[in-house]
């Protein structure tokens, strides 16, 4: 029973582990690309300034953008060289990206190279003063919020100290040897996991919604 008790335990806590490592990459991965945002706003402002065009200053992303986002902005270049229409390579983009800034960007592009507009530079440096007092906020709301990440942090990992603090009495350590005492560690990690993952849940902040959804169509 102790055999089948400790690997039971082992997958519980390998999976925990992958789980939480896994939500942690995917929301730095996250967290890069919409940081990276001023930058780009700021990248197509002054190709456009330069006199590039829209679909230039979008290419040239794929090479001199940030590294997060670079190889997406790569392959619209390389949708455009294979002979897509701006509007298809467009809409590939903002599918790929599914965000709400990236989505006021791709939208305001895609109508200024419709139907033309003067206003281009001037909308996407609100736009982009908007993105960078967002994320500003949404990183200083993070930061004071990170008590409840500390909270989720101790609560996993206090009892299993104690517990191990428990087990070099010798009662204790008998008690836990036996199917019941075991049976709780099993729940604990259980219990555990559920705790951690509903405390981070509480402590990350709502995504906010997307707007512009429908499809880009040249008609």
């Known amino acids: 029973m102790q055999k089948i008790t400790l690997i039971v335990l082992l997958v519980l806590s390998f999976f925990s582990?992958?789980?939480i490592f896994t939500a942690n990459k995917k929301k730095r991965i996250e967290l890069n690309r919409a940081?990276?945002?001023?930058?780009?706003?700021d990248l197509i402002i002054a190709s456009l300034q330069s006199g590039a065009s829209i679909t230039e200053s979008l290419a040239h992303l794929g090479r001199i953008g940030p590294s997060v986002i670079r190889s997406d902005f790569l392959l619209f270049?390389?949708?455009?060289?294979?002979?897509d229409k701006f509007e298809s390579a467009l809409g590939k983009l903002k599918e790929t990206?599914?965000?709400?800034?990236?989505?006021?960007?791709?939208?305001?592009?895609?109508?200024?190279?419709?139907f033309g507009s003067k206003n281009t530079i001037k909308i996407l440096r609100e736009l982009s003063e908007y993105v960078s007092?967002?994320?500003a906020l949404r990183a200083e709301i993070n930061t004071r919020f990170g008590?409840?990440?500390n909270s989720a942090n101790l609560a996993a990992f206090a009892p299993w100290i104690l517990l191990l603090i428990l087990r070099?009495?010798?009662n204790a350590r008998v008690a836990y040897e036996q199917s019941f005492g075991q049976l709780i560690m099993v729940v604990g990690v259980?219990?555990?996991l559920l705790a951690y993952l509903w405390m981070n849940k509480m402590a990350r902040l709502p995504k906010s919604k997307r707007l512009f959804t429908l499809a880009m169509v040249d008609n």
């Open 133 to 135: 007092s967002d994320l």
């Open 35 to 41: 940081n990276a945002w001023p930058e780009v706003l």
């Open 190 to 192: 259980i219990a555990t």
């Open 147 to 149: 008590w409840v990440r």
């Open 77 to 83: 270049s390389e949708n455009i060289l294979a002979g």
């Open 168 to 170: 070099t009495q010798e």
């Open 17 to 19: 582990i992958f789980l």
């Open 97 to 114: 990206f599914a965000d709400p800034i990236s989505d006021q960007l791709f939208e305001a592009l895609y109508f200024a190279a419709k």
